[in-house]
């Protein structure tokens, strides 16, 4: 059963910084890709970073790019979202996704993946 759990939201003011983690499991293989996605009230679920689990290649949104690192640790599952310099305008919920069969070749839509997450909040004061 493919399970991803994510950790790590919460406050913090504009500036900060805040690191989110997924914790895969259920996949057969490591030839996925895993995406971090957010929502924010009213808007459209957009994705943010995605990472190639057993790969090394990594995608990122415009919006976050210079700001924003996507990793992976294969060894324990694990996918993590640095999130530097924030901005009020990264408030969001805050999921990660995969559909489990490939790998990405750019920061994929919503409708792409198949599994998610419950997401978790972050909050950005300004």
């Known amino acids: 059963q493919v399970r991803l759990v994510e950790s790590g939201g919460g406050s913090v003011q504009a500036g900060g910084s805040l690191r989110l983690s997924c914790a895969a499991s259920?996949?057969?293989?490591?030839?996925?890709?895993i995406t971090w996605f957010r929502q924010a009230p009213g808007k459209e679920r957009e994705g943010v970073a995605a990472?190639?689990?057993?790969?090394?290649?990594?995608f990122y949104a415009d919006s976050v790019k210079g700001r924003f690192t996507i990793s992976s640790n294969n060894a324990k599952n694990t996918v993590y979202l640095q999130m530097n310099s924030l901005k009020a305008e990264d408030t969001a919920n805050y999921y990660c996704?995969?559909?489990?069969?490939?790998?990405?070749?750019?920061?994929?839509?919503?409708?792409?993946?198949?599994?998610w997450g419950q997401g978790t909040q972050v909050i950005v004061s300004s």
């Open positions: 996704a995969a559909d489990g069969e490939n790998w990405c070749f750019e920061v994929p839509r919503a409708r792409w993946a198949k599994y």
């Open positions: 259920g996949f057969n293989d490591n030839t996925i890709c």
């Open positions: 990472v190639n689990m057993g790969g090394s290649s990594t």
